[in-house]
């Protein structure tokens, strides 16, 4: 590699080049000192700043639609309160402080009222800490954190990006995205995908690279200093595949290739490629932002609109998985030492019945809507009795099937009695691997882990597939595995009965799987099982 090079883990194709835009780094806490020399002066800086921040939202505002408009016009108010500006004014004569340490502790004391307060206020927390650092970075003159306005088509570099700034990326202005941190199945990772957006994850040394301008390949994970006069290169899509759009092998063994969706554009881009269903509609996605739990019939819309491309097809909809990396403002518990295992997915709904139950009430109305043929699933369960549970409440509902997602590896081991206890799974391979393997699937220094090649993973995916030939109910595969044409044989080969992945991949993994037997993508199992390490076992399968 030349000193002009560096590279990371690709994961989501396209090559793509362009000047480079640095998503900021949260602030630090501002320092208490020195001490103004003219107290009444820094004190009268402030709410200049305030206001600054105040227009710059509002403007943002006005030319935004929808939640997101709303959005910026509240956390704008937020900005112009003249509570927390006169209160950060009174600190600075009192304490002998900058105006920046005065704002921070005045917000300071506004979110730990809220958090005592609990609750809806308790929620407020996250957004006065946005506007506080918005008006420090304004009185420090840097870039307030998050990811800058775009003017120009651009390669956005970050340490890392929380699915919630992903989700608000706009591919006609970002050209490419790479990252420090961040592993093949991270949230960040699955939306860049969604969003057709070719990205690089895990790149060492990337952020002390210092080059103006990138080219990102998100096919091999080569990145590559540019010359910054040089025109921006936008991404071409990947080549077209011969595909009749029927889920199936050579010999017509039924395998369904399905769509992973979370917004009504992703799901007209899987209707449009071809896809047969929906073998995953993460729920939460719709609510990232949201500081409320959204009612029935706002729950009813939202779903509806993403079901719609597919009247009379199957869709899977899955309970919202809220927790971990993809926390929601009005569901995710206070702060636990390991988010990933803690009270996430389902666990969210045992503590909160009714909440789930209201989405239950919402997909049953929005299956009425929109003619698809819904299925619900819930995310994150570890045993049959957890499985019983949740399919009891979906029945009572009034929707027809129950499933759940195989993404434990206690739940794997004992697929045939979760079987049981509902009428299909689907294996989210993307957290069986990273519980599996205990490796953080955001986490760059162990993405290798995360490689869905691993013989560790393929052998627990296995034993559903031989609980659902013993149980003769459907297991499908809804994780990022099910979107690499070669695995997706390997998968049907041990049998899998449906592949769902993002819309991009839909027609390769359809054209391949249609290139062979039952009997191929067996003796390719069969080999890559067997093998002992992940780069054995995807050379074994292409071999056999
Ligand atoms: C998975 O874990 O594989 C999965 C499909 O769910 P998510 O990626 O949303 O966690
Ligand atoms: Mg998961």
Same mark, same amino acid.
């Given at each position: ?8 883990? &690709? ?48 403007? @943002? ?23 927390? #500006? ?7 004569? &009192? ?7 005065? %704002?921070?502790?005045?917000? /300071? ?23 506080? *650092? ?5 009185? $420090? ?15 956005? #570099? ?6 919630? =700034?992903?989700? /608000? ?31 690089? %994850? ?7 690279? /210092? ?32 595909? *009749? ?5 050579? =010999?017509?063994? $039924?395998? @369904? ?29 719709? !609510? ?16 509806? &609109? #993403? ?68 299925? %619900? ?18 029945? &009572? ?22 079987? =049981? ?6 294996? /989210? ?5 990273? !519980? ?14 995360? =490689? ?43 049998? %899998? ?44 399968? @292409?071999?056999?």
């Amino acid at each position: 590699m030349s000193d002009a090079q560096l590279s990371g883990v &690709a994961v989501s194709p396209g090559r793509a080049s362009g000047p480079v835009v640095r998503v900021t780094e949260p602030l630090g806490e501002p320092a208490s000192t020195p001490a103004p020399d003219d107290l009444h002066a820094e004190a009268a800086r402030i709410a200049p700043a305030a206001q600054a921040v105040v227009s710059r939202l509002e403007a @943002k505002a006005e030319a935004a639609t929808g939640d997101a408009a709303t959005i910026l016009s509240t956390t704008a108010a937020m900005a112009g309160d003249p509570a927390l #500006v006169s209160q950060a004014e009174q600190l600075v004569t &009192a304490q002998n402080i900058p105006a920046a340490r005065a %704002v921070y502790e005045a917000a /300071g004391s506004f979110t730990h009222a809220l958090a005592t307060a609990g609750g809806y206020m308790a929620e407020r927390v996250r957004d006065i800490e946005d506007v506080r *650092d918005r008006i420090i970075a304004e009185l $420090l003159g840097v870039e307030p954190p998050g990811v800058p306005e775009l003017e120009r088509p651009s390669v956005l #570099v970050a340490r890392d990006l929380a699915p919630a =700034d992903t989700a /608000g990326l706009d591919p006609a202005l970002v050209l490419a995205l790479a990252t420090e941190e961040g592993g093949p199945t991270s949230h960040t990772a699955i939306l860049a995908r969604s969003l057709g957006i070719p990205a690089v %994850v895990a790149v060492r040394g990337l952020l002390s690279f /210092g080059a103006k301008a990138l080219a990102v390949d998100g096919d091999t994970g080569a990145i590559e200093e540019v010359d910054p006069g040089a025109p921006a290169v936008a991404a071409v899509s990947a080549g077209a595949f011969d595909w *009749d759009g029927a889920g199936r092998t050579s =010999d017509g063994h $039924l395998v @369904k290739v399905l769509g992973n969706v979370g917004a009504p554009p992703d799901a007209h881009a899987a209707a449009e490629a071809g896809a047969e269903g929906v073998g995953l509609f993460r729920t939460e996605f719709c !609510y990232l932002d949201a500081a409320d739990e959204p009612s029935v019939e706002e729950q009813r819309a939202a779903y509806a &609109a #993403v079901l719609e491309p597919f009247r009379g097809k199957p869709v899977i909809v899955r309970t919202l998985d809220a927790g971990a990396d993809k926390p929601l403002a009005f569901l995710s518990p206070e702060a636990e030492p390991n988010p990933a295992l803690g009270v996430r997915g389902v666990r969210v709904a045992f503590d909160r019945p009714d909440v789930l139950d209201r989405q239950l009430e919402a997909i049953a109305g929005a299956a009425a809507d929109s003619g698809a043929d819904v299925s %619900v699933m819930a995310p994150m369960v570890a045993t049959a009795e957890e499985a019983s549970w949740f399919a009891d409440r979906v029945r &009572a509902a009034g929707v027809a099937r129950a499933g759940v997602m195989i993404e434990i590896p206690a739940a794997a081991l004992t697929a045939t009695e979760v079987l =049981d206890a509902v009428d299909f799974v689907s294996v /989210g391979t993307n957290d069986l691997a990273q !519980y599996t393997f205990a490796a953080d699937r955001q986490l760059g220094a162990v993405a290798k882990l995360n =490689d869905p090649w691993q013989p560790g993973l393929l052998r627990l995916i296995a034993l559903i597939g031989d609980a659902a030939r013993e149980t003769g109910k459907p297991a499908g595969v809804c994780g990022e595995a099910a979107a690499d044409p070669l695995l997706a044989r390997v998968l049907t080969g041990v049998g %899998v009965t449906s592949l769902s992945m993002n819309a991009a991949s839909v027609r390769a993994v359809g054209a391949t799987l249609a290139g062979a037997s039952l009997a191929d993508c067996e003796r390719a199992a069969q080999a890559a099982l067997g093998a002992p390490t992940a780069a054995a076992a995807r050379t074994a399968a @292409k071999d056999a």
